[in-house]
């Protein structure tokens, strides 16, 4: 929450930009804004400075190639190689030092390496609120101690005036501001909702989240599995199965989450970030960006999908969301 008014600014120009926009009458790829805006907080919230994403419209570092695609690359390089250590090891200790590095995953060493260095060394140099994430650990080194929910929502349109008409009651009795506040939203049930559906139906992560068998083994489903044996949970397959979510578990729902005479059933396979003890460091911060963002931008904004609109599914790691683009339409109150 200490972090929510570096993002309260970045969604206050977000929106100058999706006003140009809608006055205009231009279309968009709103999944390549909300990046932007996603990747801004992040420096934001660590940095205590954007990256100037949103304000210049671009992921353009200057004269280095754009962030995203580079990225991508190797988040896509990441999820096979997870699989096939051994080529891993070839490439590294044989193949590169022969041919050049062929692995866009080792940008994990060079190029992302160096962007963060640099950030942290910027911010060290010129100080920034010590309540960002590096100033806190700046602190505990001293002291030792969104995509898809439119893309539903736009497919759903019965859904869409529901949570509209949420957001203006609450409005209407002055609940909520005009760029809404984390504890603002919170008590916003429907739009809590639609955030653990349209995740549940669309996870970020792609791949299975391993997990090792403790040297003892254990038994799985009545199965015994050996010791050391790597073994792993999707949240793609969780999020559909029909005992735990019904016989609707394809389609999305927000009322299941309403109606149901168990929500802490239905959070306990909630699986969109992991679980447990490895659950998403990242977990609390993305669902700010979203409970914030997305109301703020219904109540402002009518999206629809451009006429000829393809939406993919470009998953290696992660999975991405490409082709939303969108007419932008300002909604006046």
């Known amino acids: 929450m200490r972090l929510e008014p570096q993002i ?4 206050t120009t977000l929106l100058k930009r999706l006003d140009d926009v809608a006055f205009s009458r231009q279309t968009i790829d709103l999944s390549y804004w909300l990046q932007l805006f996603a990747f801004d907080v992040i420096g934001a919230i660590s940095f205590s400075k954007p990256y100037g994403f949103v304000s210049s419209g671009s992921d353009s570092l200057g004269s280095e190639e754009n962030f995203f695609p580079r990225l991508a690359r190797s988040l896509h390089g990441a999820a096979w ?13 044989v ?3 022969l041919v050049g590095n062929l692995l866009a995953v080792n940008d994990r060493n060079g190029f992302f390496f160096n962007f963060a260095q640099k950030e942290v060394q910027t911010r060290k140099d010129q100080g ?6 590096v100033g806190q650990l700046f602190q505990v080194q001293k002291t030792k101690e969104e995509l898809a929910i439119f893309l539903f929502l736009m497919r759903h349109p019965q859904a869409l ?6 957001l203006r009651g609450r409005r209407t009795t002055g609940k909520i501001s005009t760029v809404v506040t984390a504890a603002e939203a919170e008590p916003c049930t ?3 909702a639609v955030i653990y559906e349209s995740l549940r139906l669309f996870s970020p992560a792609a791949f299975l989240l391993d997990r090792d068998v403790p040297p003892e083994g254990m038994t799985i489903c009545g199965h015994y599995v050996p010791g050391g044996t790597v073994v792993g949970t999707s949240s793609w397959v969780i999020h559909r199965a029909a005992q735990i979510w019904g016989d609707d578990a394809e389609e999305f729902r927000p009322e299941r989450w309403l109606d149901c005479e168990d929500p802490g059933m239905l959070k306990r396979f909630f699986f969109a970030f992991g679980g447990g003890t490895r659950t998403c460091i990242g977990r609390n911060i993305s669902w700010l960006e979203i409970e914030t963002l997305v109301p703020t931008l219904v109540m402002r904004y009518d999206f629809k999908l451009a006429e000829g609109a393809t ?19 300002r909604l006046f109150e």
């Open 8 to 11: 309260d600014e970045l969604i």
């Open 161 to 166: 005036a529901k949570l509209r008409d949420e």
């Open 190 to 192: 429907y739009l809590q």
């Open 311 to 329: 939406i993919t599914e470009d998953c290696g790691a992660l999975v991405f969301l490409k082709g939303l683009r969108v007419q932008v339409t």
């Open 81 to 93: 190689i997870m699989h096939a250590g051994w080529f891993f090891k070839l490439h590294q200790t």
């Open 128 to 133: 920034g609120n010590d309540k960002d994430i």
């Open 95 to 97: 193949i590169m030092p």
